[in-house]
């Protein structure tokens, strides 16, 4: 499995973003998808998760209200809609697949990693 995240940007904030994840492999509507964020000098942490249907969803709490995890399983995709964007929120944006959980926040539970996209927000 191949992933490949996209949509990041500069973003004043209060703004909005969407971010995209393609994957490969003809098996994608039966991952668990997540997305996680490092900003610089800390550690990758979970920001929110969705099952292989996409009817279940969880999310960090620092994120909860404004970001929105999605799926399309036609387009092997899966969507990360980040509102009103905070300087705080400024990191890499990796996806992750994985193939035996349903939904999860644990890194170490995913199999495949993207490489990231970059949000800067400025204030």
């Known amino acids: 499995v191949q992933l490949q995240a996209f949509g990041g940007g500069l973003v004043q904030a209060g703004g909005s973003l969407r971010l995209s994840c393609a994957a490969s492999?003809?098996?994608?509507?039966?991952?668990?998808l997540g997305w996680f964020r490092q900003a610089p000098g800390k550690e990758r942490e979970f920001v929110a998760a969705?099952?292989?249907?996409?009817?279940?969803?969880d999310y960090a709490d620092s994120v909860k209200g404004r970001f929105t995890i999605s799926r399309d399983n036609a387009k092997n995709t899966v969507y990360l809609r980040i509102n009103s964007l905070k300087p705080e929120d400024t990191a890499v944006y990796y996806c992750?697949?994985?193939?035996?959980?349903?939904?999860?926040?644990?890194?170490?539970?995913?199999?495949?990693w993207g490489q990231g996209t970059e949000v800067t927000v400025s204030s």
């Open positions: 969705v099952n292989w249907s996409g009817r279940n969803t």
């Open positions: 492999g003809r098996t994608f509507s039966s991952y668990g």
């Open positions: 992750a697949a994985d193939i035996s959980y349903g939904l999860t926040s644990r890194a170490y539970d995913y199999d495949y």
